[in-house]
């Protein structure tokens, strides 16, 4: 009965840990996205305003 019940805790706590892992890893994904784009909004603009020079 004890092993059972350790079986299962472990077993919930992988599944919970992979979860976070992966919700972890889709936020961080996020976050690059933004940075990127305002990265690559801030390069056309200076662009924009070098070529109005």
């Known amino acids: 009965m ?3 019940i350790a079986i ?3 077993t919930l706590g992988t599944i ?3 979860a976070a892992g992966f919700a972890s890893l889709r936020c ?3 976050h690059k996205r933004q ?3 305002q990265h ?3 390069v056309c603009v ?3 305003r070098d070529a109005t020079k």
């Open 16 to 18: 919970g840990g992979y």
């Open 2 to 4: 004890k092993r059972r």
């Open 28 to 30: 961080h994904s996020q």
């Open 46 to 48: 200076d662009a924009a």
């Open 40 to 42: 690559v909004a801030k």
């Open 35 to 37: 940075a990127f784009e």
């Open 8 to 10: 299962v805790l472990l």
